[in-house]
T-cell receptor, first 115, second 111 residues
């Protein structure tokens, strides 16, 4: 299994500011995923972060709003830019279990509240 | 597009009661199906899965059967415990290690 650590675990932010969430994995992985869970809604995939290339964003998510870095095989950051109350969510980092379809390991999530 | 629909919660049960959490899906073909669980203060973790029609996934006393006729993957447990209190997510595989999740169902089990 993979152990995933996310920082911060929670934060309260002001409208218009930006916040960067860090994700550290205890093993090297090729793919890392960032999900968002808005209150009362399902987890939605924001983007796939691959080391050495640009992140791939899902429909409805753009790099200007959610810039992602992937400097090495164990670390990634997600920035939520120019935040509004609608960005209040839990943001989750995830990595696949190598060679097994659909099995993911998740961090505990970062709960952001935007005032 | 692909989607998953779960029953809304919370589901409140007494210990040793029978549990069913409904999950239906819409997808092209027959994707692998999953149940993930999130215990309080922890990250999501895989509970069980089924990779083809009529497969039954099982783990920790939980079971779910892949029913292509009804496009369903309902989660069941014969006798719940307080420690089963958690949020349960149904999910389907859409390729490239990506999953589509349902909205989650919170289970509360009282002694």
């Amino acid at each position: 299994s993979a152990v995933i650590s996310q920082k911060p675990s929670r934060d309260i932010c002001q409208r218009g500011t930006s916040l960067t969430i860090q994700c550290q994995v205890d093993s090297q992985v090729t793919m890392m995923f960032w999900y968002r869970q808005q209150p009362g809604q399902s987890l939605t995939l924001i983007a796939t972060a691959n080391q050495g290339s640009e992140a791939t964003y899902e429909s409805g998510f753009v790099i200007d709003k959610f810039p992602i870095s992937r400097p090495n095989l164990t670390f990634s950051t997600l920035t939520v830019s120019n935040m509004s109350p609608e960005d209040s969510s839990i943001y989750l980092c995830s990595v696949p279990r190598g060679g097994v379809v659909g099995e993911l390991f998740f961090g505990e999530g970062s709960r952001l509240t935007v005032l | 597009g692909d989607s998953v629909t779960q029953m809304e919660g919370p589901v409140t049960l007494s210990e040793e009661a029978f549990l069913t959490i409904n999950c239906t899906y819409t997808a092209t073909g027959y994707p692998s199906l999953f149940w993930y669980v999130q215990y309080p203060g922890e990250g999501l973790q895989l509970l069980l899965k089924a990779t083809k029609a009529d497969d039954k996934g099982s783990n920790k006393g939980f079971e779910a059967t892949y029913r292509k006729e009804t496009t369903s993957f309902h989660l069941e447990k014969g006798s719940v415990q307080v420690s089963d209190s958690a949020v349960y997510f149904c999910a389907l595989y859409t390729g490239f290690q990506k999953l589509v999740f349902g909205t989650g169902t919170r289970l509360l089990v009282s002694p």
